[in-house]
């Protein structure tokens, strides 16, 4: 039985402050953070590192026709990175010398670039009781960076399918029963560097004969979407069927797992909208009959009268005989159809300790039912 544990992983990392118990609640806060935000594209010439004016051991500041811009933890790792300089040797050091350096490499270590920045303004109190606007670097990328905006995303989910709470596709219950959604156990989490959004329809179940071990049994629909406007990681969407997830957000039951994946490029904003939205609007209007379709013929479709060229022209030859060796250990019996293969698939991933790899195995083994797709 293969298992997903990215939303797991995302569950136990998050604060308090980065859990939102429904779409519009997170939503309003993207929002609040887009309409605060500024982004602008300068030469790394143009920017000059400098210790902190208030306080010379608290940090760095940047120096722009803006005025001082403090960087977060991952702004400065990138602004670090332009220099050529790690980030974690100068997190060491004193702010004046970490400012020598910076600023020496954005100068003369490299040709002069344009570098995207993406700032924040939000106001604070000084200790003079005044109110005061403070800047804060989020982002410093490459000038091609093409940034899709958490506030879009989490509106074209609404759109499609509710707000998370109510509809079919919402956050998981534990071990498939219903819960309350609190800040506690809900999948949807974002902050001022990435978002992640986990949802199921649960309610909508596909039934399946042959399910495991010749026992009937069902699947819910679910999907991942992840995002980031600062460049820690790609775009993304993945579609799967699943048993259920238990208490602590882990997938089990994994199967037809599919991914979509887009780099930041300068034309992810239009991919966006091309290749993943719609993919999210058939998934959220489709009925479970097609899937259920699909999966029956899978199960009738046989291949054991040429397995080798089956697995072979898709697999290594080694996965070959890890996929049958797991599939024959899972069901007690050889691969004989497309469902088997899937099965093999699915559960060879989950003895892959990488997740990446884990994750690209799950996703061939989903590709899979492309074969006997009902149309």
Known sequence: MSILMQASNEWMKRPTDERFISLPEMHQSMKMTREASIQRTVSTRQIEVQPHAADPIRGITIQNETGLIDPTHWSFGQLASLSGAPAGYLRKLPSPIVADAMNYGL???????????LATETPVIDEAGNVISHTKLRAATGSNYGRVWNEDIVSALMGKFGDGVTGDFKVPGEFGVDVPITRDNTTI???DRDMFVFLADEKNRIEMKDRRDGQSGSLA????VW??????KSIGAAFFLFDYACMNRIVWGVQDFK????????GAPDRWLEEISPVLMEYSEASAAPIEATIREAQQKRVDDDL???LGNRFTKSEKTAIENAHLREEGRPIETVWDAV???????KTIPHQDQRVDMERKGGNLL????VK
């Not at 100068?107 to 570098?115: G, L, S």
């Not at 991914?259 to 300068?266: G, N």
């Open 308 to 310: 080798a060229k089956f």
């Open 107 to 117: 100068r003369f270590n490299r040709n002069a670039e344009d570098v995207k920045l």
């Open 343 to 349: 099965t093999g698939v699915t559960a060879h991933a």
């Open 227 to 232: 995002n980031s406007e600062e460049g820690s």
């Open 221 to 224: 629909r679910g999907f991942f």
């Open 259 to 266: 991914e979509i994946r887009l780099r930041h490029s300068a």
């Open 189 to 191: 989490y974002g902050s």
């Open 370 to 373: 492309d074969l006997v797709a």
